[in-house]
């Protein structure tokens, strides 16, 4: 009696459950955005854009989703989840440019486009790729943020990447090695890889700041490293020496700016990268737009892009922000 | 009710006078339960979503998890057997990366397929090798060697990448073998059904279970107690071999981070399939249908768009569930023999 009276809660629970979120009616257009990992404030923020540009359309309806953990795995599911669903198209962000081909190119045989922003996709597997700014300028802004706040622009820096394996920071990182010689009195001293993991990023700033005494700035190219080495900055008592910078969300560093860890930090717009990214999707399925090279695509109010040989584009330079401007941003991403 | 007898009341232990039925029983009800917790997930999903009912949706499912379960099916045995491997996924790490430097100097398909289950099985003999012949416990030795075979794959890669496998090795993870039914699907229901005859139709899988419930007692049987365990790890390395195979030919390309954190997927599946974590109980009819179980939950949810979060708690509920549930009954019954007692 009592298996069965167990079987049948069991049975009616997880059922109830399923039920209980059953999706909203089905608007015209679907565009699905694909986060790196869901709880990322990049992310969410780039959702926000996304909703715009679908306000902005109109009949179309956004679905943001993603993976728990960033990996290219986790994506491929969620891919097959909106085939199934037969999107119109997939926005996504990817973890592997790479292992994400073979079912993006499943999503693009049957009819669904393919666009990628952030961290890109090989060619093979999009129709277009959308880089929040030209790479170049990104790598000469993380160093030049350092550099600009050492005094007598000199001293030893490190940087404090995501993980060993993602596209956009280590294309960053390898920009920014370019831009060495611009910068005579800026001596690199390591480049640690703290996975995108707050207690990763922190023991790794902790590390830094121990074996390299006469350290003075850290940058971060990832939301996550940068608060996690500013707060390593601050537990040390080492406001004031060690300058943190990088690339960050506003709202997660508001903090660190006032305490004085940070003093500045870029970022390109989420909100315009999510917007700018739907819009594109959408020309592409509507077909005002093709996805070839040399095409020139408007994406509203953020202006036009023009594609390249490899169908991608850049959107915008990154902007600086410090103590006079942060409260400003940090309550929009 | 008079088969029951307590010896002191003040301890309420039930002694059956039989062994084995009511152990069969309760194996029996478990898959039972884990049966009715499929179909109600797969009907509940069919309801709410329109797109679930549809032969490639419930195709592409099954690549959600075949390749987990192809490892878990080897795992149960090595669980049941007492010992555990946590280094699995970084096997798969290291299968992947080999297969990949193969293919950079042209090795065809076939002998990409010998590297892969090759270096899977060496991984496996020298897990084996550390817990049965150093006597090392095998949660430390894996753990060791987790760190171990994945730090290899960065050495060897770095932030780098290996692409440009054959075309034709394509065809393990992404090619069918008829209509719907996919090489991964296939080659799982195969290996379940060869998993289920070894351990519950041959004196070899009973000497599994002996070694699990009391391994002194075994090895005082004159059961090679080493030499079995041995050969599970040795096992367990050549399906995570195999599941390196089919990733790898999925994914198309290899990087050291490749099935990150699927070890824990893996077990998460065999002891929902009822396998005692501490050895001696389980069956591999369980481990199927938790195979599918969690399949069929991912998907479903990922149809609703629910976030990735959600299916984890989801998962991990679910895992308490069913851990907490049987040893719940036992406490009820057996408070319920000491009163009648």
Avoid at chain 1, 70 to 90: C, S, W
Wanted: proline content about 4%.
């Amino acid at each position: 009696m009592t298996r069965a009276k167990i079987l049948g809660l069991g049975s009616a629970l997880v059922a109830g459950l399923m039920l209980s979120t059953v999706s909203a009616a089905v608007a015209e257009t679907r565009i699905a955005v694909v986060a790196k990992d869901i709880g990322n404030g990049f992310f969410v923020a780039a959702g926000k854009g996304a909703e715009e540009a679908a306000k902005e359309i109109g009949d179309t309806k956004i679905i943001f989703t993603g993976p728990t953990e960033p990996t290219a795995e986790g994506q491929i599911e969620v891919i097959n989840a909106l085939i199934a669903q037969q999107v119109n198209a997939i926005v996504i962000s990817a973890n592997d440019p790479d292992a994400l081909v073979p079912a993006l190119q499943k999503a693009k045989q049957r009819g669904i486009t393919v666009v990628s922003f952030d961290s890109g996709v090989a060619p093979e597997g999009r129709d277009v790729q959308l880089d929040p700014s030209s790479i170049d300028l990104i790598g000469k802004t993380i160093i030049k943020l350092a550099a600009d706040n050492m005094p007598d622009g000199k001293g030893k820096m490190a940087f404090l990447s995501g993980t060993a394996t993602a596209t956009n920071q280590n294309a960053w990182l390898a920009a920014a090695k370019e831009h060495y010689a611009d910068f005579p009195g800026v001596e690199v001293v390591a480049t640690v890889y703290g996975d995108d993991l707050f207690d990763k990023s922190y023991r790794e700033a902790q590390g830094l700041i121990s074996t390299h005494p006469d350290l003075v700035a850290i940058s971060a190219p990832t939301t996550v490293g940068i608060v996690a080495a500013a707060q390593a900055v601050t537990d040390a008592g080492k406001i004031g020496k060690i300058n943190v910078t990088g690339l960050a969300l506003p709202s997660e560093m508001a903090a660190h700016i006032k305490s004085g860890a940070s003093k500045s930090f870029a970022i390109w717009n989420p909100i315009d990268l999510g917007y700018s990214a739907t819009m594109i999707a959408n020309s592409l399925i509507k077909g005002t737009a093709k996805a070839e090279p040399g095409a020139e695509i408007s994406i509203g109010r953020v202006g036009k892009i023009t594609l390249d040989d490899n169908r991608s584009a850049a959107m915008s330079d990154p902007f600086t922000y410090d103590a006079s401007n942060i409260d400003q941003f940090s309550s929009i991403f | 009710m008079n088969e029951h007898t307590s010896i002191d009341a003040a301890v309420p232990r039930h002694i059956p006078d039989r062994l084995g039925s009511p152990l069969r029983a309760r194996l029996l009800s478990w898959e039972m339960l884990l049966l009715a917790v499929a179909v109600a997930i797969f009907v509940a999903n069919s309801f709410a979503s329109p797109y679930f009912l549809n032969a490639w949706s419930l195709s592409d499912l099954t690549f959600n998890f075949t390749e987990k379960a192809l490892i878990a099916l080897a795992m149960a045995l090595l669980i049941i057997s007492g010992e555990i491997d946590l280094s699995v996924a970084s096997i798969i790490a290291l299968c992947s990366t080999f297969m990949g430097l193969a293919a950079q100097y042209g090795v065809g398909t076939p002998g990409l397929v010998a590297i892969g289950i090759g270096t899977g099985l060496l991984c496996g003999a020298f897990n084996g090798f550390l817990v049965t012949r150093l006597g090392l416990p095998s949660i430390v030795v894996t753990i060791g060697t987790m760190s171990l075979f994945r730090g290899v794959s960065y050495i060897i890669l770095g932030d780098g990448v290996f692409k440009g496998y054959p075309a034709s090795f394509g065809y393990f993870g992404q090619g069918y073998v008829f209509w719907v039914i996919s090489f991964e699907l296939a080659l799982f229901l195969a290996a379940a059904a060869l998993y289920y005859f070894l351990l519950h139709r041959t004196s070899f899988g009973r000497r599994i279970f002996a070694i699990g419930n009391n391994h002194v007692a075994a090895q005082f049987s004159g059961l090679r107690v080493g030499r079995i365990k041995f050969m599970l790890f040795c096992l367990t390395g050549l399906m995570s071999g195999i599941a390196a195979v089919l990733l790898t030919s999925r994914l198309g390309s290899t990087r050291p981070a490749i099935a990150q954190g699927w070890e824990l997927e893996v077990i998460t599946m065999v002891v929902l399939g009822g396998v005692n974590i501490l050895g001696g109980a389980g069956g591999i009819l369980g481990v199927v249908l938790a195979a599918f179980i969690m399949g069929l939950m991912t998907f479903g949810l990922g149809l609703l768009n629910v976030p990735g979060i959600v299916m984890s708690i989801f998962t991990g509920t679910l895992l308490i569930v069913v851990i907490a549930l049987p040893i719940l009954f036992r406490r009820l019954r057996n408070r319920r023999h000491a009163r009648l007692a």
